[in-house]
């Protein structure tokens, strides 16, 4: 069986830019060991590491499964092996990925490599990742329209009486039976979540200790996030954040629910959530700012009276966006410390949101690709508040 | 709201098992960062560390979420302000999780302590939570009571026609309605898997690059385990090794279901199964070599002229049993070259099983308590093959 899964010229095309962010760090080479990297180098998961030389031919070392095959594929029992083949053309830096793997796999992979210098390849492949290859954006398209069907099934698989973990799961499967793979790839330790993201009335002011932008109790302390069992009630809100991975690439969309009336304060946030996203999709060109992008948003939530909502109420999230691909929290970050600079094909998902307590969380999410001319939305259901009952 | 869940005899039980695993490494201090070992010290998930010192009171520094309360805890917003609360009392060697932590944490970490050794706390938490205490046997005896009612519903959720993914789904969503939590964790970066591995047919005969005992090509090269979208056939059979996480403990069952009539070659090997199951169950005393165990399973399916098939047949999985509890990977490994020693209160899941070409994988999973007198089960579902026609 193969290894590489990718056309030719879309394996070249990830690699000069992962060589044209290796050139900007000073590396020689990376040797890349993470699952979300391998399948952007690769276009399949598979257990080992890939040696990007800037100059030569890539090689990948694999350990499972079995009898890959392929140009420069080398099967290894462990990563010792490698030296054996890089041999005589040991790099003077090489890049590991420090910020991903764990300490101890950084000391075993760079004792292969004596005398050279190490250096960190997580920047190097986040910044290659950022910015998407027509074939990514195919991908990521594909996600979107899969997405925005499972959400226009939401308003029929509620009923009332029903916990808000009962939407969920009915949810769930809806989503799985259209294609969603269900896991949920995010960089680095700080995030886990299970399928989705379904926050009713004040649970939604429920902290979290995750890095996501909404909250919520959870079901158990082992995972303190999202819905914990209470039932949907009129005058409520829901928001759904469901997992958008159809593909290998993910968009992330949200859309809230009404549970009969709401207050208006709610209307007026989720309305105030929608302007944000229009302001930004024309502001969203390349060569915008992030900072800028969330400095915006948080001004236009402070003109409108709602900034005590914005981004949560009793504990509130640092940034309204960030990269989407084949993981959650890629580059660029929307955040006011940011210093990423959006550049055309970035995926980038907004999420503009409030919690007003007793009420619920409001506001929406979608993804966009970055154009000249501004945001270009993959993610295209409705955005208006859409009554449950 | 209060930081630590637990009661206090039980925070100090484990605190207890941690400082013993401490002293046994040279180790004055661990400082905790890792979601699983954060939940097994407090009874909660959190952004955040602990720092056990081997004398004195351990302090919790927590980023999110905000407003924790507690004895020892300080709200920090970076690592860096762990060194103003420790001041003075700088341990001369400090445990971090260097298997399970990034490289870029732990050089951050161990930059607040000047002067002091840095050590493996990833193998001091590995030891202590080995061994149960009453409190998580609890919590693994529930789960094992509920995923057992998960799997009595399986036979009437299958109809004649359906595929693999199909009745994942059916059993996911019947899982989640009785509590599953869905999430899945497993220390290191080495596997993925969303929420069940049903295997039917010739599928199970395809590698993964995951350290799972089973395959599976999945259904997209991004999460390359598990059902492919194929039918399932008379003459094949489904293998169920559905999450067991209800209570932020696991247990791990596996059952086989039969699809009209099978070869007796697949039904001899799940009866061998069974039997390697039922010799284990008595071997496996407190004082048992893990190592042992293994070569029993192995001898006895090499007895029964079925090796060729076992723990898998294009690639074979390399151990028949693992620790579980917090995660899925956890001591002893019951693998050939395995140092571990059984020891009274471990909790480990036994899976000897065979890949049938043609037919699909059969055998059995259980997850069991060491006593010292053999191994106590917590998964009853009937283990015979099951008709699902």
């Known amino acids: 069986m193969q290894l590489i899964l990718l056309p030719d010229s879309e394996v070249t095309r990830r690699i000069e830019k992962v060589r044209g962010a290796m050139a900007s760090a000073g590396l020689d080479a990376v040797l890349i060991a993470d699952n979300a990297n391998l399948y952007y180098l690769?276009?399949?998961?598979?257990?080992?590491?890939?040696?990007?030389p800037a100059k030569g031919d890539p090689l990948y070392f694999v350990r499972r499964p079995v009898r890959m095959e392929g140009?420069?594929?080398?099967?290894?029992?462990?990563?010792?092996?490698?030296a054996e083949s890089v041999g005589?053309?040991?790099?003077?830096?090489?890049?590991?990925?420090?910020?991903?793997?764990?300490?101890?796999?950084?000391?075993?992979?760079?004792?292969?490599f004596t005398d050279t210098k190490i250096g960190n390849a997580s920047s190097v492949m986040r910044q290659a990742r950022a910015v998407k290859t027509p074939e990514e954006l195919k991908k990521i398209e594909t996600s979107g329209i899969r997405q925005t069907?499972?959400?226009?099934?939401?308003?029929?698989?509620?009923?009332e009486g029903m916990t808000d973990i009962e939407l969920q799961i009915?949810?769930?499967?809806?989503?799985r039976l259209e294609g969603c793979l269900g896991q949920f790839r995010i960089a680095g330790n700080s995030?886990?979540?299970?399928?989705?993201?379904?926050?009713?009335?004040d649970n939604a002011d429920n902290p979290t200790p995750y890095d996501f932008a909404m909250g919520g109790e959870g079901l158990d302390p082992s995972l303190p996030v999202g819905c914990n069992g209470s039932v949907i009630r009129r005058g409520e809100t829901v928001m759904a954040d469901i997992n958008g991975n159809f593909t290998g690439y993910m968009t992330d969309m949200t859309r809230t629910f009404r549970v009969g009336e709401i207050s208006s304060l709610a209307e007026t946030a989720h309305r105030c959530s929608i302007e944000i996203c229009r302001r930004l999709e024309t502001e969203g060109k390349s060569g915008a700012k992030a900072s800028d992008l969330y400095e915006i948003a948080v001004d236009m939530a402070r003109q409108a009276g709602l900034h005590d909502y914005f981004m949560g109420h009793r504990q509130k999230a640092g940034f309204i966006g960030h990269g989407v691909g084949i993981e959650i929290n890629e580059l660029p970050v929307i955040a006011p410390r940011s210093r990423d600079i959006l550049a055309e094909n970035n995926v980038i998902a907004l999420e503009p949101k409030f919690v007003i307590p007793k009420i619920g969380a409001v506001g929406i999410e979608n993804t966009y690709v970055v154009t000249t001319t501004g945001l270009r939305k993959l993610t295209l259901a409705p955005e208006e508040l859409e009554n449950l009952i």
Not at 170 to 175: D, F, Q, R
């Open 88 to 112: 005589a053309d040991t790099p003077s830096s090489l890049g590991l990925e420090l910020d991903t793997i764990p300490y101890s796999l950084v000391g075993r992979l760079s004792a292969i």
């Open 42 to 52: 690769t276009g399949r998961v598979f257990a080992g590491y890939a040696y990007i």
């Open 170 to 175: 009915e949810i769930e499967k809806a989503s």
């Open 149 to 159: 069907h499972v959400y226009s099934m939401i308003p029929s698989l509620f009923h």
């Open 191 to 201: 995030m886990e979540l299970y399928m989705a993201n379904l926050l009713s009335g």
């Open 71 to 82: 140009c420069g594929v080398i099967p290894v029992r462990k990563p010792e092996q490698i």
